[in-house]
């Protein structure tokens, strides 16, 4: 999507962050704009900041994790504006900092919490795509979907199991669905940021104490509250960043090229550990190797 000017973009999670960031880039390039957010003070607050800079924008309700929540404010965006060009699977949150600054293992995650993060961040993806995919099809394709993954979502260091694993299948998703929407000309991109300013600790807190019980941080000894790191990248730039890669159809977006080496000792792993065939002789049919394949890699 070379001409960006005019067209109308959904950010969830807009309120605040990376994807406050992308609006006012996007803002920036003359892009109307819809703020979904969960958090309705801070969206108000959003708004009323976007529209002091002279940009066209409109605050919807959306709780990412419930498909009406989904549609009503799909319906409501497009009653606004119409159809929408662009959309940003960006809300989400974290796992949750411990107090004490020990790692949060596995073995010592709540249930309940691990099904939150996988709620917010991957079935919020997934319904994301459901809800506007078809309608992106339906008026001839010519969209874009950016789903916010993280750097996470390509190496997953101890102590982040339940964060790193949700973001890889946002990960997953995103080429899976790249290559499923490349003949109907929606681009689909992951974006893998690495430190960025924003409140993520804070509205994550929010959300656990909200949907696992108020007291739920105190009791496990999570924080609740963090201020902005400034040592971290401005979400400014990552939006700037996300508005070439949108123009360029970019598959993986990369604010933080800083983490190549650890990406690539990946994949040194991996291949280190690809030898002989379990079953001498023995290798999977062609069949199977072309189903396996996906073109959007190339
Ligand atoms: N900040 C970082 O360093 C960093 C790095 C990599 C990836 N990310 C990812 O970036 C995305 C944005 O996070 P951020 O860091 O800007 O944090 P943020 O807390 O500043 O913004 C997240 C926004 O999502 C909203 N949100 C949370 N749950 C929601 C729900 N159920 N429905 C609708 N909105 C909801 C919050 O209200 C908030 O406005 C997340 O997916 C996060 O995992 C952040």
Redesign the pocket.
């Given at each position: 999507m070379e001409q960006v000017q005019g067209k109308i973009a959904f950010i969830?999670?807009?309120?605040?962050?990376?994807?406050?960031g992308m609006a006012q880039a996007f803002g920036e390039a003359g892009m109307k704009l819809v703020i979904?957010?969960?958090?309705v003070e801070?969206r108000t607050a959003a708004i009323d900041a976007l529209s002091k800079n002279g940009f066209d924008c409109h605050g919807v309700d959306?709780?990412?994790?419930s498909a009406a929540s989904w549609t009503a404010a799909a319906d409501l965006a497009e009653a606004r504006f119409g159809a929408i060009d662009i959309l940003c699977n960006?809300?989400?949150?974290?796992q949750g900092r411990r107090t004490d600054g020990t790692r949060l293992l596995l073995e010592a995650t709540d249930e309940e919490l691990f099904r939150l993060v996988f709620d917010?961040?991957v079935t919020?993806v997934f319904l994301g795509a459901r809800t506007f995919v078809p309608r992106m099809v339906a008026r001839g394709g010519a969209g874009h979907i950016v789903n916010?993954?993280?750097?996470?979502g390509l190496i997953a260091p101890p102590g982040l199991a339940t964060?790193s694993a949700s973001?890889y299948a946002v990960t997953a998703l995103s080429e899976s669905l790249r290559a499923e929407l490349a003949d109907r000309h929606i681009g689909v991109s992951v974006l893998c940021?690495?430190?960025?300013?924003?409140?993520?600790e804070?509205?994550?807190a929010?959300?656990r104490n909200q949907q696992l019980g108020s007291g739920y941080d105190r009791e496990t000894g999570f924080l609740s509250d963090r201020p902005i790191n400034p040592e971290?990248m401005d979400?400014i730039a990552v939006g700037r960043h996300v508005l070439r890669a949108i123009r360029n159809n970019d598959l993986y977006i990369f604010p933080h090229p800083e983490y190549v080496d650890l990406i690539a000792e990946r994949f040194a792993a991996i291949q280190r550990n690809i030898g002989l065939s379990a079953q001498d002789g023995y290798t999977d049919p062609d069949w199977l190797l072309a189903a396996s394949r996906n073109p959007a890699y190339s």
């Open positions: 969830t999670g807009g309120a605040s962050g990376i994807g406050f979904a957010d969960v958090d801070r959306l709780d990412v994790r960006n809300a989400g949150i974290g917010i961040n919020g916010t993954g993280s750097m996470a964060y973001k940021p690495g430190g960025v300013q924003s409140r993520l804070t509205t994550s929010e959300r971290m979400p």
